[in-house]
């Protein structure tokens, strides 16, 4: 993984941006956002974006063609860290937005969105343009497809509505039919011995396909008669992705088109899998915390972090409806602080000094668990604030809960 931000993680963070992006409101046309597909040379951004900055110049308004003009240097200036525009696109938005009375700020984000941009885009208004992404904000999860018998299979993968077909291929294997000169036994010999290799190979291309992803949800396997079920049932897949395999459905193909009759058929349980998760999760917690020792549980901020750091979490509970900040602060003779805040206080001291806090780190605290989790390889799942255990989770446990790798006791 390394430095790599998790899927789950992006989507939170992007998730987050829009939230605020969507009540930004410009005093004029002056609000620039600027949509950047994968295939775009940087340069070619720029020369854009030099063309529309000398357009500016007819802007009556002298403080609108002020704000235009800043907005597009600093989004200029933004692009130049970039050598090469990154695999699903970039998002810019920049500009001077009201901030209560006669004030503004400016403010510049440069989004990485969950799904690839299609096309540039340049506008400019009193609202940031974000029609494009609004769709993305709906929650995809993927899941795995494989449809299969002894004679094809297709590997696909669904995220939201969409089916991709990640790979198509064709077996060996001879049709169960008496061949001339060959005993019927050796025969059947060849046959299975053929449909053994088969299916590796399919595993094989599945664990290319899927070990990698951690937003694989599940995994669905479909196809005519009994082939898909011996396929689940003998093992053949890697224990990893085995244990993400949800349910056989069968389909008449195992084609492309198979791949969208086994997501028809199966759409029932798909639905209530995503609910199933949360609740899954959330009733674990709770039979552990009502376990007279307390079992492999905790909750609260702080106990949790510190259980965290030392390695005890496997799974970290944490509500997406989390609003608040960790905040870290640094005073001129190094003392440092941390503590968590809606938002970051205005007045800022050291408690150990009279120095002036000189340095001021805030980060949103679930961004907070997931740098802190990912460091020590402990799971984390976020838990949609508007169902009935997110709800708990907020209500009774502050939001943040583990379930542990074994028993604490304090
Ligand atoms: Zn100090």
């Given at each position: 993984m390394g430095d790599e931000v998790s899927v789950e993680r992006a989507r939170y963070d992007f998730k987050k941006a829009m939230q605020d992006i969507v009540d930004l409101r410009g005093r004029g046309t002056e609000l620039i956002s600027v949509y950047v597909p994968a295939h775009k040379q940087i340069s070619d951004v720029t020369s854009y974006l030099r063309n529309e900055y000398s357009q500016?110049?007819?802007?009556?308004?002298k403080g609108t063609k002020k704000n235009v003009q800043g907005a597009i240097e600093s989004i200029m200036s933004r692009l130049k860290t970039f050598n090469t525009v990154p695999d699903g696109g970039l998002v810019l938005f920049c500009g001077e937005v009201a901030a209560g009375g006669d004030q503004t700020r400016m403010v510049q984000y440069v989004l990485e969105p969950p799904e690839p941009i299609s096309a540039f885009l340049y506008r400019c208004d009193s609202?940031?343009?974000i029609e494009p992404l609004t769709d993305m904000l709906k929650e995809k999860k993927a899941y795995g497809l494989i449809v299969m018998d002894r004679a094809e299979a297709s590997i696909g993968l669904l995220i939201g509505k969409k089916v991709n077909m990640i790979k198509n291929f064709d077996s060996m294997v001879p049709r169960k039919h008496r061949q001339g000169g060959q005993s019927a036994q050796r025969f059947e010999r060849l046959i299975e011995l053929a449909a053994h290799e088969f299916f590796k190979k399919i595993a094989h291309h599945v664990e290319e396909a899927?070990?990698?992803?951690?937003?694989?949800q599940g995994i669905i396997v479909g196809g005519p008669g009994a082939t898909k079920d011996f396929f689940v049932k003998e093992g053949y897949l890697h224990h990893e992705l085995q244990k993400k395999v949800v349910d056989t459905f069968d389909t008449g193909y195992t084609d492309e088109y198979g791949l969208k009759e086994l997501v028809t058929n199966a759409a029932a349980s798909l639905h209530d899998m995503d609910l199933m998760r949360e609740k899954e999760l959330i009733q674990k917690l709770l039979s552990e915390i009502r376990k007279q020792d307390g079992g492999v549980s905790a909750y609260g901020e702080d106990h949790v972090r510190n259980l965290l750091i030392a390695g005890a979490v496997d799974t970290l509970l944490v509500s997406?409806?989390?609003?608040?900040k960790r905040v870290k602060l640094t005073c001129n003779n190094g003392h440092t602080r941390e503590f968590t805040a809606a938002k970051v206080p205005s007045k800022l001291e050291c408690n150990e000094c009279d120095s002036p806090v000189e340095d001021v780190e805030s980060i949103d605290l679930v961004d907070h668990f997931f740098e802190l989790s990912e460091t020590v390889g402990s799971k984390l799942e976020l838990i949609s604030a508007e169902s009935e255990e997110g709800d708990m989770l907020i209500k009774a446990f502050g939001g943040i809960a583990a379930i542990l790798r074994f028993q604490v006791v304090l």
């Amino acid at each position: 993984m390394g430095d790599e931000v998790s899927v789950e993680r992006a989507r939170y963070d992007f998730k987050k941006a829009m939230q605020d992006i969507v009540d930004l409101r410009g005093r004029g046309t002056e609000l620039i956002s600027v949509y950047v597909p994968a295939h775009k040379q940087i340069s070619d951004v720029t020369s854009y974006l030099r063309n529309e900055y000398s357009q500016s110049n007819n802007i009556k308004s002298k403080g609108t063609k002020k704000n235009v003009q800043g907005a597009i240097e600093s989004i200029m200036s933004r692009l130049k860290t970039f050598n090469t525009v990154p695999d699903g696109g970039l998002v810019l938005f920049c500009g001077e937005v009201a901030a209560g009375g006669d004030q503004t700020r400016m403010v510049q984000y440069v989004l990485e969105p969950p799904e690839p941009i299609s096309a540039f885009l340049y506008r400019c208004d009193s609202t940031f343009f974000i029609e494009p992404l609004t769709d993305m904000l709906k929650e995809k999860k993927a899941y795995g497809l494989i449809v299969m018998d002894r004679a094809e299979a297709s590997i696909g993968l669904l995220i939201g509505k969409k089916v991709n077909m990640i790979k198509n291929f064709d077996s060996m294997v001879p049709r169960k039919h008496r061949q001339g000169g060959q005993s019927a036994q050796r025969f059947e010999r060849l046959i299975e011995l053929a449909a053994h290799e088969f299916f590796k190979k399919i595993a094989h291309h599945v664990e290319e396909a899927f070990l990698e992803r951690d937003d694989l949800q599940g995994i669905i396997v479909g196809g005519p008669g009994a082939t898909k079920d011996f396929f689940v049932k003998e093992g053949y897949l890697h224990h990893e992705l085995q244990k993400k395999v949800v349910d056989t459905f069968d389909t008449g193909y195992t084609d492309e088109y198979g791949l969208k009759e086994l997501v028809t058929n199966a759409a029932a349980s798909l639905h209530d899998m995503d609910l199933m998760r949360e609740k899954e999760l959330i009733q674990k917690l709770l039979s552990e915390i009502r376990k007279q020792d307390g079992g492999v549980s905790a909750y609260g901020e702080d106990h949790v972090r510190n259980l965290l750091i030392a390695g005890a979490v496997d799974t970290l509970l944490v509500s997406e409806g989390l609003d608040s900040k960790r905040v870290k602060l640094t005073c001129n003779n190094g003392h440092t602080r941390e503590f968590t805040a809606a938002k970051v206080p205005s007045k800022l001291e050291c408690n150990e000094c009279d120095s002036p806090v000189e340095d001021v780190e805030s980060i949103d605290l679930v961004d907070h668990f997931f740098e802190l989790s990912e460091t020590v390889g402990s799971k984390l799942e976020l838990i949609s604030a508007e169902s009935e255990e997110g709800d708990m989770l907020i209500k009774a446990f502050g939001g943040i809960a583990a379930i542990l790798r074994f028993q604490v006791v304090l």
